[in-house]
């Protein structure tokens, strides 16, 4: 199995701040996925992360609001820019590993 | 949008009994996965099915899928007050390697 962890594990923040949440990953994956899961929903793939490569967002999302860097196989950040309460959730990132999909322990983000 | 649709929403036992969601989706499929959220931290993984499968188990856990009703069912025997969480499916499509659609996902109380 992969194992993930995430920073931070929670945040609250102001209004129109920024919060970069990092992603490491104990194997060398290809892809990365982001995942937004808004209190009382369930998730919803933000987008996919490929070294080497631009993010792909999925509808709905764009890379002004959302970007994404990753640098290496390991690892992954996604920033949350220009914050509105609207932004309040747990963000997951996750990896496909040998068919599997693991996913990091969430950011639980509370924007005022 | 959510690929699946889970039911029911949210299920109550007690101890000992089993329990069983079922998942719906609405796409061709290469896999579906189960995953367990307690109180909204990260997700756990239970167990995936492929598309050319139709059951599996891992300990208590039963799974089965039906390819020809797009339908899947989780089933917990004997379950613990430690399983109370919520439970979601989550499908990987052909044409999608890698991301997932989730379910709505289905909130389960174990009382002692």
């Known amino acids: 199995s992969a194992v993930i962890s995430q920073k931070p594990s929670r945040d609250i923040c102001q209004r129109g701040t920024s919060l970069t949440i990092q992603c490491q990953v104990d194997?060398?994956?290809?892809?990365m996925f982001w995942y937004r899961q808004q209190p009382g929903q369930s998730l919803t793939l933000i987008a996919t992360a490929n070294q080497g490569s631009e993010a792909t967002y999925e509808s709905g999302f764009v890379i002004d609001k959302f970007p994404i860097s990753r640098p290496n196989l390991t690892f992954s950040t996604l920033t949350v820019s220009n914050m509105s309460p609207e932004d309040s959730s747990i963000y997951l990132c996750?990896?496909?590993?040998?068919?599997?999909?693991?996913f990091g322990p969430g950011t639980r983000l509370l924007v005022l | 949008s959510q690929q699946g649709e889970e039911d029911p929403q949210a299920l109550s036992i007690q101890e000992g009994e089993n329990a069983t969601m079922n998942c719906s989706y609405k796409?061709?499929?290469?896999?579906l996965q189960w995953y367990r959220q307690n109180s909204g931290r990260g997700l756990v993984h239970l167990i995936l099915i492929r598309s050319n499968e139709r059951e599996k188990h891992s300990g208590r856990l039963r799974v089965t899928l039906d390819t020809s009703k797009k339908s899947s069912s989780l089933l917990i025997t004997a379950s613990r007050a430690a399983d109370t969480a919520s439970y979601f499916c989550a499908t990987g499509a052909t044409d999608s390697w890698g991301k997932l659609q989730f379910g709505a996902g289905t909130q389960v109380v174990v009382t002692p």
């Open positions: 996750s990896v496909a590993y040998q068919e599997t999909q693991y």
């Open positions: 796409t061709s499929i290469n896999n």
């Open positions: 194997s060398q994956v290809t892809m």
